[in-house]
C-alpha cells in the first residue's frame, strides 16, 4: 500500500490520527536544525516478492522504493514535465544501513539537497514506518532536465524549484 501524501499533509494526519510521540518524529518543526525539511514522505509497504534468498530485501528493489518516492512526490507537482523538458537520472547514491524483512512499512524521506541550473540532488532515507529511528538506507540522487529530441539540459522547471524552495 502507498501513500501519495506531501509530508505536510502526512504531518497533520499523524497528529490527528496517532500517538503524540509518533507526530512529533513526523514535524519537522521538532526536527534538528541540521537537518533539512522533509520535501515528501512516501509509504511503501515491502512485497514478498522483494526478498531474496537471504530472506530480506534484494538491494535492487531500495532503487525501485526511491523511483516510486520520487513519482509520488512528482505527481504532487504541477508541470514538472513536458514536450521539452523531463527529468532523468544523472547519479545515484546509496548507503545500506540494515536489511528490510517482510513484512515491513517504510517511508522513503525525501530532502532536497541541492538546486542547480537544471539539476536538483534530492537526499533521501528509508525507515521504518512505525519507528524513523530504524534507518534501512540513506543516499542522494542527482535528477537533470533534459529536452529529449536533443539531449541537452534544460532549465529546471519552475515548479520544481519552487516545490523545493518551499519545503
Keep these: 500500500m502507498s501513500s501519495t501524501q506531501p509530508a505536510s499533509e502526512q504531518r497533520t494526519r499523524a497528529r490527528k490520527t496517532e500517538a503524540p510521540e509518533r507526530a512529533s518524529a513526523m514535524d519537522n518543526a521538532d526536527a534538528p536544525a541540521n537537518q533539512p525539511r522533509a520535501l515528501f514522505v512516501a509509504s511503501i509497504g515491502v512485497r514478498w516478492r ?38 532523468v537520472l544523472a547519479a545515484s547514491e546509496i548507503n545500506y544501513r540494515r536489511p528490510i524483512e517482510w513484512p515491513a512499512q517504510l517511508h522513503v524521506e525525501l530532502t532536497c539537497e541541492r538546486l542547480g541550473n537544471s539539476s536538483i540532488t534530492l537526499a533521501h532515507r528509508i525507515v521504518d514506518a512505525d519507528d524513523d529511528t530504524q534507518l534501512y538506507s540513506d543516499g542522494k540522487v542527482v535528477m537533470v532536465w533534459m529536452n529529449p529530441a536533443t539531449g541537452k539540459p534544460v532549465p529546471l522547471p519552475r515548479s520544481i524549484r519552487d516545490a523545493a524552495e518551499g519545503a
Excluded at 526478498?51 to 504532487?76: I, M
Design 50 to 87: 522483494d526478498l531474496d534468498a537471504f530472506n530480506h530485501v534484494n538491494n535492487s528493489n531500495y532503487l525501485t522504493y526511491l523511483e516510486e518516492a520520487r513519482l509520488q512526490w512528482l505527481r504532487h507537482v504541477p508541470g514538472w514535465f513536458d514536450e521539452q523538458s523531463m527529468p
